[in-house]
């Protein structure tokens, strides 16, 4: 199993250290190999298919903004419409949102505040308290995929995060394909999943941190158990 991780390879960061080892960890129940494979955005063309057609899934991974965001953009929209397993955390849930915003909510260039600091209207905004090595209980949505992979009402994650989904476009959830999945303790948007798709996951927070203490986490076990399905 190949599992293609979007970003910007850098050792020093915290969830880079980490994804690796709870695709491995989510691996190890008699499952197959599973081979991470870091795919720099430099190298990712506007139609990214042919670079990323072997892959069985893609993890868009933190520690955005990325060297190229069109190339981040193009791989998330090749998940989305090939039907390629998809998992977004921290950055990647971000730019999940950005993708989403261009296709479907009419705006034509969704903004990134880190990026566009002086953008009028952005869709990804400064968090109204920085997350940044910061813990916190997500609920998640009632009926909600991710409600049925936790098993649970809620959970504790971890995050290192600045910005997300600016309050003025919460709304846009409550209809269409992408819905929200969890929420932190204020309301906030934390979690976001696509209806349709047979895994289509964004995460503010990033699970891929529990690997730190030998946990398998389930929603990255999911993942890869969505990878496999598409394997057989």
Request: proline share 7%; aromatic share 10%; with cysteine.
């Amino acid at each position: 199993m190949q599992i293609a991780l979007i970003g910007d390879h850098n050792p020093a960061a915290k969830a880079h250290q980490a994804i690796p080892q709870a695709l491995t960890l989510a691996c190890e129940a008699g499952g197959p190999v599973c081979e991470a494979v870091w795919v720099h955005t430099a190298t990712l063309r506007d139609d990214p298919s042919e670079q990323l057609a072997a892959f069985d899934g893609l993890w868009c991974v933190p520690a955005s903004p990325y060297a190229n965001t069109r190339g981040a953009l193009s791989a998330i929209r090749f998940a989305r419409q090939t039907a390629r397993p998809f998992l977004g955390t921290c950055g990647g849930f971000q730019h999940a949102l950005l993708e989403y915003a261009g296709a479907f909510w009419g705006i034509a260039k969704p903004a990134h505040a880190e990026l566009e600091p002086d953008a009028v209207d952005p869709v990804i905004a400064p968090l109204a308290c920085s997350l940044v090595e910061e813990s916190g209980e997500i609920r998640f949505e009632v009926g909600s995929q991710l409600a049925a992979i936790y098993g649970v009402p809620s959970a504790v994650e971890g995050y290192h995060c600045r910005y997300g989904l600016a309050p003025g476009y919460s709304d846009r959830l409550a209809t269409g394909a992408l819905r929200i999945g969890g929420r932190d303790l204020e309301g906030e948007i934390r979690a976001v999943e696509l209806r349709g798709h047979p895994f289509f996951f964004a995460t503010l927070f990033q699970p891929e941190r529990s690997a730190f203490a030998g946990r398998r986490h389930p929603l990255v076990k999911a993942f890869v158990d969505a990878a496999l399905r598409r394997m057989v």
